[in-house]
Protein backbone atom coordinates (compact mmCIF):
# COMPACT_ATOMS: atom_id res chain seq x y z
CA UNK A 1 0.00 0.00 0.00
CA UNK A 2 1.39 3.33 -0.89
CA UNK A 3 0.38 6.57 1.01
CA UNK A 4 1.25 9.32 -1.23
CA UNK A 5 1.32 13.61 -0.70
CA UNK A 6 -0.95 14.68 -3.75
CA UNK A 7 1.51 17.58 -3.57
CA UNK A 8 4.53 15.73 -4.79
CA UNK A 9 4.46 15.14 -8.21
CA UNK A 10 5.20 11.99 -9.95
CA UNK A 11 8.95 11.80 -10.12
CA UNK A 12 10.82 10.05 -13.55
CA UNK A 13 12.10 6.91 -12.69
CA UNK A 14 14.94 7.16 -14.93
CA UNK A 15 16.11 10.35 -13.14
CA UNK A 16 15.54 9.16 -9.54
CA UNK A 17 17.58 5.68 -10.46
CA UNK A 18 20.00 7.63 -11.69
CA UNK A 19 20.22 9.35 -8.40
CA UNK A 20 20.25 6.00 -6.25
CA UNK A 21 23.31 4.66 -8.71
CA UNK A 22 25.14 8.08 -8.83
CA UNK A 23 26.15 7.04 -5.28
CA UNK A 24 28.89 3.82 -5.01
CA UNK A 25 27.23 1.65 -2.55
CA UNK A 26 28.29 2.39 1.55
CA UNK A 27 29.22 6.09 0.46
CA UNK A 28 27.69 9.37 1.68
CA UNK A 29 27.47 12.57 0.01
CA UNK A 30 25.66 16.07 1.19
CA UNK A 31 22.49 16.97 0.23
CA UNK A 32 22.59 20.32 -1.00
CA UNK A 33 19.09 20.67 -2.42
CA UNK A 34 17.16 20.40 0.34
CA UNK A 35 13.93 22.35 -0.97
CA UNK A 36 13.66 19.35 -3.92
CA UNK A 37 11.48 16.37 -3.61
CA UNK A 38 11.97 14.24 -1.25
CA UNK A 39 14.31 15.87 0.88
CA UNK A 40 12.33 18.56 1.79
CA UNK A 41 10.78 16.41 4.18
CA UNK A 42 13.65 15.58 5.82
CA UNK A 43 14.75 17.69 9.53
CA UNK A 44 16.98 17.62 12.21
CA UNK A 45 15.13 17.08 15.68
CA UNK A 46 16.32 17.63 19.61
CA UNK A 47 14.98 16.12 22.42
CA UNK A 48 15.86 17.48 26.14
CA UNK A 49 16.05 15.15 28.80
CA UNK A 50 16.19 15.82 32.27
CA UNK A 51 20.09 15.59 32.35
CA UNK A 52 21.39 15.44 28.42
CA UNK A 53 20.27 16.03 25.45
CA UNK A 54 19.97 13.69 22.20
CA UNK A 55 20.12 14.37 18.33
CA UNK A 56 18.50 12.66 16.21
CA UNK A 57 16.77 13.48 12.35
CA UNK A 58 12.85 13.08 11.24
CA UNK A 59 10.69 13.16 8.72
CA UNK A 60 7.59 14.46 7.96
CA UNK A 61 4.31 12.16 7.08
CA UNK A 62 1.91 14.79 6.79
CA UNK A 63 1.92 18.74 7.27
CA UNK A 64 2.14 18.69 11.13
CA UNK A 65 2.94 14.41 11.85
CA UNK A 66 7.02 13.49 11.67
CA UNK A 67 8.20 9.95 11.94
CA UNK A 68 11.98 9.18 13.69
CA UNK A 69 13.24 6.53 15.63
CA UNK A 70 12.04 5.51 19.26
CA UNK A 71 15.19 5.30 20.75
CA UNK A 72 15.20 9.29 19.94
CA UNK A 73 12.27 9.83 21.48
CA UNK A 74 12.34 7.32 24.69
CA UNK A 75 15.87 6.91 26.83
CA UNK A 76 17.05 3.71 27.28
CA UNK A 77 15.91 3.34 30.95
CA UNK A 78 13.69 0.23 32.19
CA UNK A 79 10.69 0.29 30.79
CA UNK A 80 11.71 3.38 28.58
CA UNK A 81 11.70 6.60 29.54
CA UNK A 82 9.36 8.85 27.90
CA UNK A 83 10.69 12.33 26.62
CA UNK A 84 7.81 14.07 27.30
CA UNK A 85 7.71 12.92 31.54
CA UNK A 86 10.44 15.68 31.61
CA UNK A 87 10.23 19.73 31.05
CA UNK A 88 12.03 19.53 28.04
CA UNK A 89 12.51 21.01 24.75
CA UNK A 90 11.28 18.58 20.74
CA UNK A 91 12.39 20.94 18.47
CA UNK A 92 12.57 19.84 14.89
CA UNK A 93 13.82 22.10 12.43
CA UNK A 94 13.64 21.68 8.66
CA UNK A 95 16.21 23.92 6.12
CA UNK A 96 15.48 24.90 2.58
CA UNK A 97 19.55 24.96 2.22
CA UNK A 98 22.58 23.67 4.12
CA UNK A 99 23.01 26.70 6.77
CA UNK A 100 19.84 28.43 5.64
CA UNK A 101 17.07 29.86 8.06
CA UNK A 102 15.07 26.79 9.51
CA UNK A 103 11.95 26.73 10.55
CA UNK A 104 11.24 25.22 14.06
CA UNK A 105 8.52 23.55 15.35
CA UNK A 106 7.71 21.60 18.47
CA UNK A 107 6.58 18.28 19.32
CA UNK A 108 2.76 17.99 20.84
CA UNK A 109 2.48 14.39 21.21
CA UNK A 110 4.13 11.51 20.72
CA UNK A 111 3.16 8.45 19.94
CA UNK A 112 5.58 4.67 19.89
CA UNK A 113 4.46 1.03 19.31
CA UNK A 114 3.67 -1.23 22.61
CA UNK A 115 6.73 -3.50 21.42
CA UNK A 116 9.24 -0.61 21.93
CA UNK A 117 7.97 0.73 25.27
CA UNK A 118 6.39 -2.30 26.84
CA UNK A 119 8.83 -5.34 25.37
CA UNK A 120 8.03 -8.84 26.25
CA UNK A 121 10.49 -10.67 28.77
CA UNK A 122 13.52 -11.57 26.35
CA UNK A 123 11.82 -9.62 23.38
CA UNK A 124 14.24 -7.25 20.85
CA UNK A 125 13.04 -4.21 20.79
CA UNK A 126 14.66 -3.47 17.56
CA UNK A 127 11.52 -4.53 15.17
CA UNK A 128 9.43 -1.87 16.88
CA UNK A 129 11.93 1.07 16.61
CA UNK A 130 9.38 3.99 15.01
CA UNK A 131 7.67 6.68 16.80
CA UNK A 132 5.01 9.24 15.35
CA UNK A 133 5.19 13.03 16.97
CA UNK A 134 2.32 15.04 16.23
CA UNK A 135 3.53 19.17 15.65
CA UNK A 136 1.84 22.24 17.74
CA UNK A 137 1.64 23.75 14.25
CA UNK A 138 2.08 23.11 10.66
CA UNK A 139 4.80 23.27 8.57
CA UNK A 140 5.07 26.00 5.68
CA UNK A 141 3.43 25.18 2.27
CA UNK A 142 6.69 25.21 0.54
CA UNK A 143 7.48 21.85 2.45
CA UNK A 144 6.18 18.60 1.26
CA UNK A 145 6.15 15.39 3.09
CA UNK A 146 7.13 12.14 2.48
CA UNK A 147 5.21 9.47 0.92
CA UNK A 148 5.22 6.32 2.75
CA UNK A 149 4.79 2.57 1.43
CA UNK A 150 3.71 -0.37 4.12
CA UNK A 151 3.93 -4.22 3.07
CA UNK A 152 6.31 -6.56 2.48
CA UNK A 153 10.24 -5.38 2.38
CA UNK A 154 12.18 -4.61 -0.73
CA UNK A 155 13.45 -7.55 -1.75
CA UNK A 156 17.60 -8.32 -1.54
CA UNK A 157 19.55 -6.33 -3.91
CA UNK A 158 16.73 -3.41 -4.37
CA UNK A 159 18.36 -0.15 -3.96
CA UNK A 160 17.16 2.30 -1.32
CA UNK A 161 18.53 6.09 -0.24
CA UNK A 162 19.26 6.96 3.32
CA UNK A 163 18.96 10.59 4.33
CA UNK A 164 19.56 11.93 7.61
CA UNK A 165 21.73 14.41 9.57
CA UNK A 166 24.62 12.73 10.86
CA UNK A 167 27.00 13.83 14.18
CA UNK A 168 30.06 15.36 12.64
CA UNK A 169 33.12 13.69 13.13
CA UNK A 170 35.80 14.96 15.24
CA UNK A 171 37.27 18.77 13.63
CA UNK A 172 34.74 18.77 11.33
CA UNK A 173 31.52 21.27 11.98
CA UNK A 174 28.93 21.01 14.64
CA UNK A 175 25.63 19.32 14.50
CA UNK A 176 23.08 20.30 11.99
CA UNK A 177 24.77 22.23 9.31
CA UNK A 178 24.61 19.43 6.03
CA UNK A 179 21.87 16.72 5.59
CA UNK A 180 23.76 13.40 4.16
CA UNK A 181 22.34 10.33 1.65
CA UNK A 182 23.80 6.83 1.54
CA UNK A 183 22.91 5.17 -0.90
CA UNK A 184 23.50 1.14 -1.22
CA UNK A 185 21.41 -2.32 -1.32
CA UNK A 186 18.64 -4.23 0.62
CA UNK A 187 20.51 -6.96 2.65
CA UNK A 188 17.54 -8.95 4.37
CA UNK A 189 15.68 -9.52 7.18
CA UNK A 190 17.33 -10.16 9.84
CA UNK A 191 16.05 -10.66 13.26
CA UNK A 192 12.76 -9.00 12.47
CA UNK A 193 15.03 -5.80 11.20
CA UNK A 194 15.51 -4.94 7.60
CA UNK A 195 18.91 -4.39 6.89
CA UNK A 196 21.20 -2.36 4.04
CA UNK A 197 23.83 -1.36 3.13
CA UNK A 198 24.12 2.57 4.41
CA UNK A 199 27.11 3.90 5.72
CA UNK A 200 25.00 7.16 7.28
CA UNK A 201 26.56 7.30 11.73
CA UNK A 202 24.69 8.57 14.95
CA UNK A 203 22.58 11.70 14.45
CA UNK A 204 20.85 9.82 11.29
CA UNK A 205 19.27 7.85 13.36
CA UNK A 206 15.17 8.52 12.67
CA UNK A 207 16.21 9.64 8.63
CA UNK A 208 14.15 7.98 6.22
CA UNK A 209 15.39 5.15 3.47
CA UNK A 210 13.90 6.15 -0.12
CA UNK A 211 13.08 3.59 -2.46
CA UNK A 212 11.46 4.13 -5.94
CA UNK A 213 7.96 2.48 -5.98
CA UNK A 214 5.49 3.35 -8.83
CA UNK A 215 7.23 6.12 -10.31
CA UNK A 216 7.40 7.67 -6.82
CA UNK A 217 10.24 8.30 -3.73
CA UNK A 218 8.80 6.90 -1.20
CA UNK A 219 9.77 6.27 2.30
CA UNK A 220 9.83 2.12 3.01
CA UNK A 221 12.14 2.34 6.25
CA UNK A 222 14.38 4.33 8.79
CA UNK A 223 17.82 4.79 10.03
CA UNK A 224 17.68 2.34 13.13
CA UNK A 225 20.65 0.79 14.85
CA UNK A 226 23.67 -0.79 13.92
CA UNK A 227 25.83 -3.76 14.85
CA UNK A 228 28.48 -3.74 17.19
CA UNK A 229 31.41 -2.37 14.89
CA UNK A 230 29.89 -2.58 11.50
CA UNK A 231 29.18 0.94 10.63
CA UNK A 232 28.26 0.14 7.21
CA UNK A 233 25.43 -1.93 7.70
CA UNK A 234 22.23 -0.41 9.29
CA UNK A 235 18.58 -1.79 10.12
CA UNK A 236 15.21 -0.67 10.18
CA UNK A 237 11.46 -1.00 12.06
CA UNK A 238 10.27 -3.08 8.46
CA UNK A 239 6.95 -0.72 7.78
CA UNK A 240 4.16 -3.15 8.39
CA UNK A 241 0.65 -3.34 9.35
CA UNK A 242 1.76 -1.67 13.04
CA UNK A 243 3.50 1.18 11.55
CA UNK A 244 0.41 1.96 9.32
CA UNK A 245 -1.39 1.96 12.62
CA UNK A 246 0.34 4.03 14.30
CA UNK A 247 0.56 6.61 11.44
CA UNK A 248 -3.29 6.62 11.23
CA UNK A 249 -3.04 7.09 15.25
CA UNK A 250 -0.68 9.89 14.76
CA UNK A 251 -3.35 11.68 11.52
CA UNK A 252 -5.98 11.05 13.71
CA UNK A 253 -4.81 13.24 16.60
CA UNK A 254 -4.17 16.36 14.21
CA UNK A 255 -7.40 17.77 14.76
CA UNK A 256 -7.22 21.44 16.59
CA UNK A 257 -3.79 20.97 17.08
Known sequence: ???QNGAISARDPILWT?????????????????DADPFSAIGRLEISFASRKRRCSFFLVASNV???????IYAQGDGGERASEFPLALSLRLQARPGGEAQVLRGHTILALRGWINPRDGAARSPYDVAAIV??????AKINWASLRFGGPLRAGASVLAAGYPDPRPGERSFGPQAFQSAGPVLGIEGGVLAAQNALTEGASGGPWFALQYGHAAAIGLNSTKPVGND???????FDARVEDLVAAALARQTGV
Open 232 to 238: ARTFSPI
Open 1 to 3: MLI
Open 66 to 72: ALTAAHC
Open 135 to 140: LEGHVS
Open 18 to 34: RQLNQLPNGRTSPIEAL
